[in-house]
């Protein structure tokens, strides 16, 4: 089946300080990847959409320099939040496309990075 | 513009018991792709069915169908025989066929209680 594997769970960082989060996705090619952050009030907000070989795409309100994203191959992608602050703090979530079939053409999710920032 | 509404902000039921969430969206492309998935406590998500638009059957999966209404732009989720283990989160998603990026609703909490 379809696996999307992220880590660390859950990190703590101290304000200013950057963290690096990663995703892998196991049993399927992941064409794409989409990374968001959910709210308290579990409200998703895409951050970028990463498509191999191709740009990554950032949403309003999330750039490359806070946010730089790495997409090597079919089955990785880490972000990195870099000067973490309070409002940085959130569930990261990784969607990793599966465009295996047109069937098969879902997103999964990773259980996410549990982002605190201190 | 495209927009993923889901109008219950929660929903609770006794199990045993069928239940509906609403959603419906909004897009241009006459092809799409919908989406339920669900949450849990531990903040993992799973995702359960999917709609294409071109499809007319409803997709059934396990105890998990759809109400696929096209001309409402509705797309319910429908669990029979609810069990405790479903409560969770639900959010209801869309992709354009013309694009990667996938739209979220708010999500439907639902609380099965015994």
């Known amino acids: 089946g379809a696996l999307v594997y992220q880590y660390p769970r859950r990190t703590i960082c101290k304000s200013g300080t950057s963290m690096r989060m990663e995703c892998q996705a196991v049993?399927?090619?992941?064409?794409?990847v989409a990374w968001y952050r959910q709210s308290p009030q579990k409200t998703f907000e895409l951050i970028a959409l990463s498509t191999v070989n191709s740009a990554i795409k950032y949403e309003q309100n999330f750039t490359q320099e806070k946010f730089p994203i790495s997409h090597p191959n079919l089955s990785f992608s880490s972000m990195t939040v870099l000067n973490a602050y309070l409002e940085d703090r959130g569930l990261y979530l990784c969607?990793?496309?599966?465009?295996?079939?047109?069937?098969?053409?879902?997103?999964?999710f990773g259980p996410g990075t549990r982002l605190l920032v201190l | 513009a495209q927009k993923v509404t889901q109008t219950q902000t929660s929903i609770s039921v006794v199990e045993k018991t069928t239940v509906t969430m609403d959603c419906v969206y909004e897009?241009?492309?006459?092809?799409?792709?919908l989406f339920w998935y669900k949450q849990t406590a531990s903040g993992e998500i799973v995702f359960l069915i999917r709609q294409d638009s071109y499809k007319k059957e409803n997709a059934t999966v396990g105890h998990y169908s759809l109400n696929f209404q096209k001309p409402k732009s509705s797309i319910g989720l429908i669990i029979t025989a609810t069990q405790i283990e479903d409560s969770a989160v639900y959010f209801c998603?869309?992709?354009?066929?013309?694009?990667?990026?996938?739209?979220f609703g708010d999500g439907t909490q639902l609380v099965v209680k015994p």
């Open positions: 998603a869309m992709r354009e066929g013309s694009n990667n990026r996938i739209f």
């Open positions: 049993g399927f090619q992941a064409t794409s």
């Open positions: 897009t241009r492309d006459s092809s799409y792709f």
């Open positions: 969607g990793a496309r599966d465009r295996g079939g047109w069937d098969q053409d879902t997103q999964y």
